[in-house]
């Protein structure tokens, strides 16, 4: 139950910003996997990750079209910018590529427990149950990022503190644009 002058979260900008962060991780998977291919050991892991974030981004196109919420009109930028990342971190290696994953998904996870908190009411379980399982992913991509080696990329703290900050400014955005 919500008490007088309790905010209620914004729905469409919940959804706007997990589609635009569902469809930045597939990118960034995708750029990753067209530069190590199969060669890589983290590539098999990578692929089982995209695979996941693929199922995060169907589920949010849909929640999208039935609530009638519009995407980011951010999305060219995102379709850019998180393909560069993935190709990016991987000629750097698979460890770097790791490193990217750990620190996005660090971020996403805190980002989708603000929002389960958001949700405490119970008013939407639908988008309750979606996001809470969703971050149970994330936070498996994180550890799984974490055994293959990402904090020991080169520059671990401060590569790690940019991208995670990044996605803030880029959460921030998308709710907004």
């Given at each position: 139950?919500?008490?007088?002058?309790?905010?209620?979260?914004?729905r469409a900008?919940?959804?706007r910003?997990?589609h635009?962060?569902e469809?930045?991780?597939a990118?960034?998977y995708a750029g990753?996997l067209?530069?190590?291919?199969?060669?890589?050991?983290?590539?098999?892991?990578i692929?089982?990750?995209?695979?996941?974030?693929?199922r995060h981004?169907?589920?949010f196109d849909?929640?999208?079209?039935?609530?009638?919420?519009?995407?980011?009109?951010?999305?060219?930028?995102?379709h850019?910018?998180?393909?560069a990342?993935?190709?990016?971190?991987?000629f750097?290696?698979p460890?770097?590529?790791?490193?990217?994953?750990?620190?996005?998904?660090t971020?996403?996870d805190?980002h989708y427990?603000?929002?389960?908190?958001?949700?405490?009411?119970?008013?939407?379980?639908?988008l309750?149950?979606?996001i809470?399982?969703?971050?149970?992913d994330?936070?498996?991509?994180?550890?799984?990022?974490?055994?293959?080696?990402?904090?020991e990329?080169?520059?671990?703290?401060?590569?790690?503190?940019?991208?995670?900050?990044?996605?803030?400014?880029?959460?921030?955005?998308a709710?907004?644009?």
């Amino acid at each position: 139950m919500r008490l007088a002058g309790d905010r209620v979260p914004d729905r469409a900008a919940m959804l706007r910003v997990d589609h635009a962060g569902e469809y930045g991780a597939a990118r960034i998977y995708a750029g990753q996997l067209a530069v190590m291919g199969n060669r890589a050991p983290a590539a098999a892991e990578i692929e089982r990750m995209a695979k996941g974030e693929e199922r995060h981004l169907r589920a949010f196109d849909r929640l999208l079209i039935e609530r009638r919420v519009r995407p980011t009109l951010l999305m060219p930028l995102w379709h850019v910018a998180g393909y560069a990342l993935g190709v990016a971190s991987a000629f750097a290696g698979p460890k770097v590529a790791m490193a990217v994953t750990a620190a996005v998904e660090t971020e996403i996870d805190a980002h989708y427990q603000a929002q389960r908190a958001a949700l405490a009411a119970g008013d939407d379980p639908v988008l309750e149950a979606t996001i809470a399982d969703f971050q149970a992913d994330e936070v498996e991509h994180r550890e799984t990022a974490v055994a293959h080696g990402a904090e020991e990329a080169p520059a671990w703290p401060l590569m790690s503190a940019l991208v995670r900050a990044g996605c803030r400014a880029a959460i921030r955005t998308a709710e907004r644009v």
